[in-house]
């Protein structure tokens, strides 16, 4: 039976929305316009930068949904730390940091905050294995995010983003407790790839074990058409998460 797509969603999809805009007010109504379906917002550096916390806390307002502050965290440890407690009042249930920046620093963010899933950032997916080999790791991609991801975790991190296809060693490696998080996803009827270079749909990096994913254009897009548009297009891709085979 197909659902009412005006009433308010029961059960929230696994999905971090990217809420990857310059503008505040338009960040507020995707806010809006897909609270009842989004369990995660996901605030980059674009957006800190420009609107600092009162920007965080006008998001924080207009829904109950987690906060992800993905300021990928890279500096000594002290700074880190300094970083940590000058956001820890925003309350983020993730915030990022490189896990290549080391155990010490991903210890001292996790030490500043308790109640924060530290969350580390293993190998970029936008790197290719040229990219990886021209930085100087040792190993291919998917060998480098499994030992960044252990060393994350090892250090405090509770939560990894990698990309979809590094899910099932990490996943293997870090066992079931630790956050997995992706990006790099694609909805099966998404045209567009973007600048995704290689992707997989959200249902399969959930079905490999991804705890959740991150999506931006594929549902922002749809904003030019409303909100009603957009919210629609939140639930479509829901559905397709939680469709049963
Ligand atoms: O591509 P999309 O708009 O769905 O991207 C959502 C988020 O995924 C972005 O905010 C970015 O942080 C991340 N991303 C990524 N790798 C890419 C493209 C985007 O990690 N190649």
């Known amino acids: 039976m197909p659902i009412d797509r005006r009433k308010p969603m029961t059960t929230k999809a696994p999905i971090v929305l990217a809420v990857d805009t310059s503008d505040l007010d338009t960040a507020i109504s995707w806010v809006k316009a897909t609270a009842d379906i989004v369990s995660v917002y996901k605030l980059g550096l674009e957006f800190f930068l420009t609107f600092g916390s009162d920007g965080v806390n006008a998001i924080t307002q207009n829904t109950e949904a987690d906060i992800f502050l993905d300021l990928k965290l890279h500096d000594i440890a ?7 407690h000058a956001v820890s009042s925003l309350k983020p249930k993730y915030l990022t940091v490189h896990a290549s ?7 001292a963010a996790a030490d500043a905050l308790p109640s924060t899933f530290v969350t580390g950032v293993t190998i970029l997916t936008s790197l290719s294995e040229t990219d990886v080999e021209e930085i100087g790791f040792k190993d291919n991609a998917l060998d480098s995010a499994v ?5 994350a975790t090892h250090a405090g991190a509770r939560a990894i983003v990698c990309s979809p296809l590094e899910i099932v060693a990490i996943r293997q490696s ?3 407790d630790i956050t997995i998080i992706t990006p790099g996803v694609r909805p099966a009827d998404t045209a567009h790839k973007d600048d ?8 399969e990096a959930i079905d490999r074990g991804a705890n959740l994913v991150v ?13 009603q548009a957009m919210r629609e297009r939140a639930i479509e891709i829901a559905q397709q998460i939680n469709s049963v085979h």
């Open 78 to 84: 002290h700074t880190v730390a300094g970083a940590a």
């Open 101 to 107: 920046g080391g155990s010490a620093m991903i210890r």
């Open 147 to 151: 030992r960044l991801a252990a060393l």
């Open 174 to 176: 870090v066992g079931s």
């Open 196 to 203: 995704q270079a290689r992707t997989m749909t959200p249902r």
């Open 215 to 227: 999506i931006g254009r594929p549902i922002t897009m749809s904003w030019e058409k409303g909100a």
